[in-house]
T-cell receptor
C-alpha cells in the first residue's frame, strides 16, 4: 500500500509554545489530507480536511486559529498547534487520499504523533 | 450527516475461531465507501478492507471479508481463523461522495485468546 510518513512520532513541549507536525505522502500525490485527534481508548475525531492549494475545512468545534493546517503541495501537509496547553495533549494522526469522496478511495494513515504539553 | 455505529466495545474470541465485528452506518449520500481499519497498541492505522456502496459483491481480502447489507445499512467485518496477532482495536469508517470526509465509529477492541 501507499506510504504516509508523519513526523515527529512524539513530542514534548512547554505550555505556550507552538508545535508543528508534518505529514508526507511518500509515493503518491495526496489530493486530500485529513487530520484527526484521538484521546486514549477513544475513536478518531476528525479535525479538518484539506485539499492541496486551498484552505482547510475545519469540523465544528475545532479552533482554526489554534490548529493551523497548511497543505502546500500534493505530498505535504502540516498541522501547527499554536500556544499549546496541557489539554492539547493527545495523539494526532494524519491520513492522505489519492482521490476525493467521489472516487471513494481509501485513505492511508501516518504513524501518528503523540503530543504532550507540560 | 454521516454516522457510524459500532455497538461492541470489546470482544473475546478463542484463537482459530471466526469473529464478526458489527458496524452500522447512516448517510444521505447516494454513493459512499465503507472501510475497516485495525489499530494495534502501537497506534498506527492499518487499512484492512474497502466496500463501495455500488459494489455488487461483498469485499474480501485474505482472512477478512465484509458482510455488506445495504438495505440494513450494515457493513460487518468477518475475520476467519482468528490469530493472536489479530488482537487490536478495529474501526469501521465511511466516506461519502458529497461530504468528502472520512468518519469513524467508536471502535471494537478485539482480544484473541490462546
Amino acid at each position: 500500500g501507499a506510504v504516509v510518513s508523519q513526523h515527529p512520532s512524539w513530542v514534548i513541549c512547554k505550555s505556550g509554545t507552538s508545535v508543528k507536525i508534518e505529514c508526507r505522502s511518500l509515493d503518491f500525490q495526496a489530493t486530500t489530507m485529513f487530520w484527526y485527534r484521538q484521546f486514549p481508548k477513544q475513536s478518531l475525531m476528525l479535525m479538518a480536511t484539506s485539499n492541496e492549494g486551498s484552505k482547510a475545512t475545519y469540523e465544528q468545534g475545532v479552533e482554526k486559529d489554534k490548529f493551523l493546517i497548511n497543505h502546500a503541495s500534493l505530498t505535504l501537509s502540516t498541522l501547527t498547534v499554536t500556544s499549546a496547553h496541557p489539554e492539547d495533549s493527545s495523539f494526532y494522526i494524519c491520513s492522505a487520499s489519492t482521490g476525493t469522496g467521489l472516487e471513494n478511495t481509501e485513505a492511508f494513515f501516518g504513524q501518528g504523533t503523540r503530543l504532550t504539553v507540560v | 450527516a454521516q454516522k457510524i455505529t459500532q455497538t461492541q466495545p470489546g470482544m473475546f474470541v478463542q484463537e482459530k475461531e471466526a469473529v464478526t465485528l458489527d458496524c452500522t452506518y447512516d448517510t444521505s449520500d447516494p454513493s459512499y465507501g465503507l472501510f475497516w481499519y485495525k489499530q494495534p497498541s502501537s497506534g498506527e492505522m492499518i487499512f484492512l478492507i474497502y466496500q463501495g456502496s455500488y459494489d455488487q459483491q461483498n469485499a474480501t481480502e485474505g482472512r477478512y471479508s465484509l458482510n455488506f447489507q445495504k438495505a440494513r445499512k450494515s457493513a460487518n467485518l468477518v475475520i476467519s481463523a482468528s490469530q493472536l496477532g489479530d488482537s487490536a482495536m478495529y474501526f469501521c469508517a465511511m466516506r461519502g461522495n458529497r461530504d468528502d470526509k472520512i468518519i469513524f465509529g467508536k471502535g471494537t477492541r478485539l482480544h484473541i485468546l490462546p
